[in-house]
């Protein structure tokens, strides 16, 4: 019984020990972490990267941040659809939709931990809407709504 006492004293002063370490390594850490929640450099590359991708028509660069589905309207097309056949779908209306200019409208943080994007994208054919949400979250961003309209 003594024994078993002695193991169990050895593992809680451990677990405080390092519990103890643990939390002063992540009061260093997170010492200059500086969270914004409006208009911040964040929102701003990230508008800027979305936004070079759509100028160009590039499906493939978008699809580098869909989430594994994605949910995808395109001109009154609505679905849930994966990766691949979002990158697909995104790709048919570019190739027959050539954009010709882009302008962010609107760029917002919510508190739940989305960022939300509206761009106007001109083609010849006529203007659209493009609303994108995106999830944050673990330093990775991906593409969970995707939204074309006729505007």
């Known amino acids: 019984m003594k024994f078993l006492s002695y193991c169990a004293f050895i593992l809680i002063n451990n677990l ?27 929102l701003g590359s990230i508008s800027e990267e979305l936004k070079s991708y759509l100028k160009e028509g590039s499906a493939k660069n978008m699809a580098k941040y869909f989430g594994s589905n994605l949910t995808l309207s395109i001109l009154g097309e609505n679905g849930v659809y994966t990766k691949y056949q979002s990158e697909i779908m995104l790709g048919t209306f570019f190739n027959q939709h050539k954009p010709k200019t882009v302008k962010l409208t609107q760029a917002s943080n919510a508190n739940n931990g989305y960022q939300y994007f509206t761009f106007t994208l001109a083609t010849e054919q006529a203007n659209y809407r493009v609303f994108i949400k ?18």
């Open 16 to 42: 405080f020990v390092h519990t103890a370490a643990f939390g002063h390594f992540l009061r260093e850490v997170n010492t200059g972490v500086e969270i914004t929640l409006s208009g911040d450099d964040s």
């Open 134 to 151: 995106i999830g944050v979250g673990n330093n990775n961003h991906s593409i969970e709504e995707l939204r074309i309209d006729k505007n």
